[in-house]
């Protein structure tokens, strides 16, 4: 079974194709089991957290919108997804090093990722959307991605008035 808390559908499948995959190393499958992990239950706390402190309101993982973001900030119109590094690919990121077995299978799994994420995001701007990224590396750095999330915010907080 996968664990509850994770909630992008790319990982669930992912998890399930893991499961059956016998063919991965011993210290492959526990790089990729750490990143799985933290991005079910560290990263989407922490960035909650955040935005509770910065008092912007959201909801969490929304299925009526395209690719599920995992926080959606309707008043300032921002779909936001905290992306785990290994598997959206985080660009330059060690986080996101492909194991050295089956190479071919990862980067075919992931060049997938990358072009799922894509279209995700297009879906959603054409529907009006903003969106926005905060990969799991830099949840490290509380006070930055605060300053991120708050300027995300703010044209609208700020700008013109609704009705
Ligand atoms: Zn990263």
Not at 50 to 56: A, H, N
Not at 104 to 117: F, Q, V
Not at 132 to 159: F, M, N, Y
Request: charged share 35%; with cysteine; hydrophobic share 35%.
């Amino acid at each position: 079974m996968c664990p509850a808390d994770v909630s992008d559908d790319s990982l669930v499948c992912d998890l399930g194709a893991l499961d059956m995959a016998d063919t991965f190393s011993k210290s492959d499958r526990s790089q990729i089991m750490r990143s799985v992990r933290s991005i079910g239950t560290g990263a989407e706390r922490k960035c909650e957290k955040i935005l509770r402190t910065l008092g912007i309101r959201f909801h969490e993982n929304s299925n009526r919108l395209p690719g599920r973001p995992d926080f959606v900030l309707s008043e300032v119109g921002v779909a936001l997804f905290v992306h785990g590094c290994f598997w959206h690919s985080h660009r330059g990121c060690k986080r996101s090093a492909l194991p050295k077995s089956n190479r071919d299978y990862w980067e075919e799994k992931m060049a997938r990722n990358r072009r799922r994420d894509r279209r995700v995001r297009d879906k959603l701007r054409r529907s009006g959307w903003r969106t926005a990224v905060i990969w799991e590396c830099k949840l490290g750095d509380t006070a930055s991605v605060s300053r991120r999330l708050a300027k995300l915010c703010q044209p609208v907080s700020r700008g013109k008035k609704l009705g």
